[in-house]
């Protein structure tokens, strides 16, 4: 079995067990699902139930472990890594983002075709789509939320952009 480095514990969260934890977001959308988490301690690494995950408002997560019933339980788990199953994940092709696009046309629902995808940009955050729009480089960012369609068989990426930034972008 070989684990992977997904996240950190950061705090214990309430008296019932259960603790705010920081994800590795590209880590995060690969799993397939989360049943079981490991928690790498000094004596080794010991397997956790996943009972409830759900987002925060920032950018953690709130999670329970089965195992984990009080406060004083959850706070000995405060700063360890979490680990995951390599058969917890999808396949590669899935994780790396959307590299696979360069070379699609870029459709946005406000603005319709922009263009072709020059190269993307593989960055911590998200990827960025590189295109030139009437002669002028647009970095346009890349994630689950924006990306609407993915249509490989016409090469087409449609996708959902914040109004005004292609806008902002050409008026530069």
Do not use: C, W
């Not at 079981?36 to 950018?59: E, Y």
């Not at 994780?95 to 319709?112: N, R």
């Amino acid at each position: 079995m070989e684990l992977i480095s997904i996240g950190k514990i950061i705090k214990a969260q309430g008296l019932k067990g259960e603790l705010k934890v920081f994800f590795e977001e590209k880590q995060l959308a690969r799993l397939k699902s989360i049943n079981t988490l490991f928690v790498k301690q000094k004596n080794g690494t010991i397997p956790f139930s996943v009972r409830s995950l759900r987002k925060a408002k920032d950018h953690s997560y709130y999670l329970m472990f089965e195992e984990i019933n009080s406060r004083t339980d959850a706070e000995l788990l405060i700063g360890h890594v979490m680990l995951a199953d390599n058969t917890m994940f999808r396949k590669k092709e899935v994780a790396e983002g959307y590299s696979f696009t360069a070379g699609y046309t870029m459709i946005d629902l406000h603005e319709g075709e922009l263009g072709r995808i020059e190269d993307v940009l593989q960055l911590p955050a998200n990827d960025v789509a590189q295109l030139f729009i009437k002669e002028k480089e647009v970095l346009l960012p890349l994630n689950d939320h924006i990306v609407v369609e993915v249509n490989k068989r016409k090469k087409q990426l449609t996708v959902n952009m914040p109004k005004g930034l292609v806008k902002m972008y050409l008026e530069l």
